[in-house]
């Protein structure tokens, strides 16, 4: 997890990212179909990392956030799964 700011926008992220079965547990809300949406994809060979995040509206919710881990992690929202293939290389013995 870290911290990162939309330049833009002039607001402030904490952002994470791990297995969906971590960040389900560090969901404010979990979406409906969440755990079931991983598994699937996960069943149809994908590798699965969810991803969540939350906006830091005051300094002091910024500085916690950059100090630990679960100030910058806890009762993010889902932003959903990044999904990918590992294919074995025709060259691979």
């Known amino acids: 997890s870290c911290v990162v700011r939309d330049v833009k926008n002039r607001k402030v992220y904490a952002v994470?990212?791990?297995?969906?079965?971590?960040?389900?547990d560090l969901l404010e809300e979990k979406p409906a179909g969440?755990?079931?949406?991983?598994k699937k994809l996960a069943k149809s060979g994908y590798r699965v990392i969810a991803l969540g995040y939350k906006l830091l509206v005051t300094s002091d919710k910024i500085e916690a956030a950059k100090d630990t881990r679960l100030?910058?992690?806890e009762n993010i929202t889902c932003a959903g799964?990044?999904?990918?293939?590992c294919?074995?290389?025709?060259d691979t013995p």
């Open 34 to 38: 969440f755990d079931e949406t991983a």
């Open 16 to 24: 994470a990212k791990g297995s969906p079965e971590a960040i389900g």
């Open 81 to 85: 799964f990044i999904a990918f293939t």
């Open 87 to 90: 294919r074995v290389r025709r």
């Open 71 to 73: 100030a910058c992690e």
